[in-house]
C-alpha cells in the first residue's frame, strides 16, 4: 500500500512538472527514447538530484549590469576633460541610460578628488555630501568617510573631521569603532587634536560605539607620546577592569617612555614595573634591557645586577648586550667586586664577549690599578676570538700614563706600530701627556711633528699642552 502511495505522489508531481514547462523544450528529446523510457526519463531530470530548468534567455540583472557599464565609460569620458564638477557628470551619466547613482559612484567621486585635489575640492566634497544627505536614501558605507576623515587629517583639518564624524548618523552610516579609530588617529598627532579628544569620546556615547581595545591603544600610545605616564597608566587599569585582555605592546612602551624621562624616580619605576607584571605584563628581554639603561644611568649598578637574575627566573636568557650594561654601570660605579661576578657568570653560560665587554672589562682592572692583568688580557684577546681595537689601546695608555710607567707605553705603542695600527688623535694626545708628564718636552714635539706630518688633526687640548710647554711650537703650528 505504500508502494502505491508513492508510485501515485511521483505520478503526480511529473504530471505538475509537466504542465509547468514550456511543451517545446521536449522536441529537443528524441521521440524514441521518450517514449521507450518515458516514466524513466520524467525521472531522471526532475527529482531533485538531476533536475536540469530550461536556461531563461532574457535576465533583467544583466540588462541592469550592462547600462551601468556604459554609463561608467561615458563618466570616464566626461572627466578626461574636467574635474571642475563630478557630481554634475555622475548624474549626467546615470539619467542617460536611465539609473540611479549607488553608493559605490559616491565613493568613486570622492576617491578622485582626494588624489587629484581639483581647485574645489572641498566645494565639491561639500556638494557631493549634500546630495547624499538630503536626495539620496541609501545607507552610506562607513569606508567612505573613514577616506575623508584621513583627508581632512592630512590637511589639518581637524573641525571638519569632527564635523563629518558627528554628522554620520545623518547620511544612515552605521557608525563603528573603525570610524572612531580613523579619527582618534589623525586627532592624536598634534596637541590640538588632542584637546579634542574628550570630545569626541563623549559623542560616541549617543552614537552607540563601543571604544573596543584598539581604540584603548590609540589612547595609550599618544598618552605615552606627550609623557603623561601616569594618565596612560590609569587608563590601562581601567581597560583591565573592563575586560578587555592587556595589551603587552602598550606596557612596554609605557616602561620605556618612564625609562626616557631622566628625572623620574628609580623607585617609582620600579614599582610601576611590579604594578604592570600584576595585571599581567610578561616583560621580554627590550623590557629588561631599558630598566637596565635606566638603573646603570641613575648609578644603581646592583638594583640592575639585580634585573639579571629577575630576567633568568622569567626564562628569559640574558644576551651579551644585557651583561654588558650591566659591566659597564658597575666598573662606573667602582663595584669591581660585582663586575668580577658578571663577567664571570658570563662565560659560565657560554656568552662569547665581544670587543666592548673586553674593553669594559679592561677599564675596571686599569681603574683597579691591575696594569698586568689588563695588558696581559689585551694580549691574550686575539687568541680568544676578538682583536683589541683602539680604544682598548687608549685604555691600558691613559692607565700606564696615569700609573708613571713611561716605558711600557712605549712598548705598547711600539706593539701597536707592529700590527699596523694607525694612531689616532686621541691616543696622540694620551702620549703627549705621557711625555709632559715625564719632562720629555722634546718627545712631545716629535710626536706633534708626526701628527702634522700624517695631515691628522690635533686635538685642541694636545696643542695647549704642547704650546704651553714651548712657546716656540706656537708659530710652527699656526703656519
Same mark, same amino acid.
Given at each position: 500500500?505504500?508502494?502505491?502511495?508513492?508510485?501515485?505522489?511521483?505520478?503526480?508531481?511529473?504530471?505538475?512538472?509537466?504542465?509547468?514547462?514550456?511543451?517545446?523544450?521536449?522536441?529537443?528529446?528524441?521521440?524514441?527514447?521518450?517514449?521507450?523510457?518515458?516514466?524513466?526519463?520524467?525521472?531522471?531530470?526532475?527529482?531533485?538530484?538531476?533536475?536540469?530548468?530550461?536556461?531563461?534567455?532574457?535576465?533583467?540583472?544583466?540588462?541592469?549590469?550592462?547600462?551601468?557599464?556604459?554609463?561608467?565609460?561615458?563618466?570616464?569620458?566626461?572627466?578626461?576633460?574636467?574635474?571642475?564638477?563630478?557630481?554634475?557628470?555622475?548624474?549626467?551619466?546615470?539619467?542617460?541610460?536611465?539609473?540611479?547613482?549607488?553608493?559605490?559612484?559616491?565613493?568613486?567621486?570622492?576617491?578622485?578628488?582626494?588624489?587629484?585635489?581639483?581647485?574645489?575640492?572641498?566645494?565639491?566634497?561639500?556638494?557631493?555630501?549634500?546630495?547624499?544627505?538630503?536626495?539620496?536614501?541609501?545607507?552610506?558605507?562607513?569606508?567612505?568617510?573613514?577616506?575623508?576623515?584621513?583627508?581632512?587629517?592630512?590637511?589639518?583639518?581637524?573641525?571638519?573631521?569632527?564635523?563629518?564624524?558627528?554628522?554620520?548618523?545623518?547620511?544612515?552610516?552605521?557608525?563603528?569603532?573603525?570610524?572612531?579609530?580613523?579619527?582618534?588617529?589623525?586627532?592624536?598627532?598634534?596637541?590640538?587634536?588632542?584637546?579634542?579628544?574628550?570630545?569626541?569620546?563623549?559623542?560616541?556615547?549617543?552614537?552607540?560605539?563601543?571604544?573596543?581595545?584598539?581604540?584603548?591603544?590609540?589612547?595609550?600610545?599618544?598618552?605615552?607620546?606627550?609623557?603623561?605616564?601616569?594618565?596612560?597608566?590609569?587608563?590601562?587599569?581601567?581597560?583591565?577592569?573592563?575586560?578587555?585582555?592587556?595589551?603587552?605592546?602598550?606596557?612596554?612602551?609605557?616602561?620605556?617612555?618612564?625609562?626616557?624621562?631622566?628625572?623620574?624616580?628609580?623607585?617609582?619605576?620600579?614599582?610601576?614595573?611590579?604594578?604592570?607584571?600584576?595585571?599581567?605584563?610578561?616583560?621580554?628581554?627590550?623590557?629588561?634591557?631599558?630598566?637596565?639603561?635606566?638603573? !646603570? %644611568?641613575? #648609578?644603581?649598578?646592583?638594583? &640592575?645586577?639585580? *634585573? @639579571?637574575?629577575? +630576567?633568568?627566573?622569567?626564562? =628569559?636568557? /640574558?644576551?651579551?648586550?644585557?651583561?654588558?650594561?650591566?659591566?659597564?654601570?658597575?666598573?662606573?660605579?667602582?663595584?669591581?667586586?660585582?663586575?668580577?661576578?658578571?663577567?664571570?657568570?658570563?662565560?659560565?653560560?657560554?656568552?662569547?664577549?665581544?670587543?666592548?665587554?673586553?674593553?669594559?672589562?679592561?677599564?675596571?682592572?686599569?681603574?683597579?690599578?691591575?696594569?698586568?692583568?689588563?695588558?696581559?688580557?689585551?694580549?691574550?684577546?686575539?687568541?680568544?676570538?676578538?682583536?683589541?681595537?683602539?680604544?682598548?689601546?687608549?685604555?691600558?695608555?691613559?692607565?700606564?700614563?696615569?700609573?708613571?710607567?713611561?716605558?711600557?707605553?712605549?712598548?705598547?705603542?711600539?706593539?701597536?706600530?707592529?700590527?699596523?695600527?694607525?694612531?689616532?688623535?686621541?691616543?696622540?694626545?694620551?702620549?703627549?701627556?705621557?711625555? !709632559? %708628564?715625564? #719632562?720629555?718636552?722634546?718627545? &712631545?714635539?716629535? *710626536? @706633534?711633528?708626526? +701628527?702634522?706630518?700624517?695631515? =691628522?688633526? /690635533?686635538?685642541?687640548?694636545?696643542?695647549?699642552?704642547?704650546?704651553?710647554?714651548?712657546?716656540?711650537?706656537?708659530?710652527?703650528?699656526?703656519?
Amino acid at each position: 500500500m505504500l508502494r502505491g502511495v508513492v508510485a501515485h505522489c511521483k505520478r503526480f508531481i511529473t504530471h505538475q512538472w509537466r504542465q509547468q514547462i514550456n511543451p517545446n523544450y521536449f522536441l529537443f528529446i528524441s521521440t524514441a527514447s521518450f517514449s521507450s523510457r518515458k516514466s524513466s526519463s520524467l525521472h531522471n531530470y526532475y527529482i531533485r538530484k538531476r533536475r536540469k530548468w530550461p536556461i531563461q534567455p532574457f535576465t533583467t540583472h544583466r540588462c541592469e549590469n550592462f547600462a551601468v557599464k556604459l554609463a561608467k565609460q561615458l563618466f570616464k569620458q566626461s572627466i578626461r576633460k574636467s574635474k571642475i564638477n563630478l557630481l554634475s557628470d555622475l548624474i549626467k551619466s546615470c539619467t542617460a541610460y536611465e539609473i540611479e547613482p549607488t553608493p559605490q559612484s559616491y565613493h568613486l567621486l570622492f576617491k578622485i578628488l582626494i588624489q587629484q585635489k581639483p581647485s574645489n575640492c572641498h566645494e565639491q566634497i561639500r556638494q557631493i555630501l549634500d546630495r547624499i544627505e538630503k536626495v539620496e536614501n541609501f545607507q552610506t558605507p562607513e569606508r567612505v568617510f573613514i577616506d575623508l576623515i584621513n583627508f581632512y587629517g592630512d590637511n589639518n583639518m581637524f573641525d571638519a573631521a569632527v564635523d563629518l564624524f558627528f554628522r554620520t548618523p545623518s547620511y544612515r552610516c552605521d557608525s563603528s569603532v573603525e570610524i572612531l579609530n580613523a579619527l582618534l588617529l589623525i586627532l592624536c598627532r598634534s596637541k590640538r587634536g588632542v584637546d579634542l579628544v574628550p570630545r569626541i569620546l563623549m559623542k560616541t556615547q549617543t552614537m552607540n560605539i563601543r571604544i573596543e581595545e584598539s581604540s584603548f591603544r590609540i589612547l595609550i600610545t599618544t598618552l605615552c607620546k606627550i609623557g603623561s605616564v601616569s594618565n596612560a597608566f590609569e587608563l590601562l587599569s581601567h581597560m583591565v577592569d573592563e575586560g578587555f585582555d592587556l595589551d603587552q605592546k602598550n606596557c612596554s612602551l609605557m616602561l620605556a617612555t618612564m625609562c626616557w624621562q631622566l628625572n623620574c624616580d628609580s623607585g617609582k619605576i620600579m614599582a610601576s614595573f611590579e604594578d604592570l607584571k600584576m595585571l599581567g605584563f610578561a616583560p621580554r628581554k627590550n623590557d629588561f634591557c631599558n630598566l637596565i639603561r635606566f638603573l !646603570i %644611568a641613575k #648609578g644603581k649598578g646592583k638594583e &640592575a645586577f639585580g *634585573l @639579571l637574575k629577575q +630576567m633568568k627566573t622569567s626564562r =628569559l636568557k /640574558p644576551d651579551i648586550m644585557c651583561y654588558n650594561l650591566v659591566l659597564d654601570g658597575l666598573v662606573e660605579n667602582g663595584e669591581f667586586t660585582s663586575a668580577d661576578k658578571v663577567f664571570d657568570e658570563l662565560l659560565v653560560l657560554g656568552l662569547a664577549p665581544d670587543i666592548y665587554t673586553y674593553n669594559v672589562y679592561i677599564k675596571g682592572l686599569c681603574v683597579q690599578k691591575k696594569l698586568d692583568d689588563g695588558i696581559k688580557l689585551m694580549r691574550a684577546m686575539k687568541e680568544l676570538g676578538c682583536s683589541p681595537d683602539l680604544c682598548t689601546y687608549s685604555t691600558v695608555l691613559r692607565a700606564l700614563c696615569k700609573a708613571g710607567e713611561f716605558d711600557r707605553m712605549t712598548e705598547v705603542v711600539t706593539e701597536m706600530r707592529q700590527k699596523s695600527m694607525q694612531l689616532n688623535p686621541k691616543i696622540y694626545d694620551i702620549l703627549v701627556d705621557g711625555f !709632559i %708628564a715625564n #719632562g720629555d718636552v722634546n718627545g &712631545a714635539r716629535s *710626536l @706633534l711633528d708626526e +701628527m702634522l706630518n700624517e695631515n =691628522l688633526v /690635533p686635538q685642541q687640548t694636545t696643542l695647549d699642552k704642547v704650546t704651553g710647554c714651548d712657546s716656540r711650537m706656537l708659530s710652527q703650528v699656526q703656519d
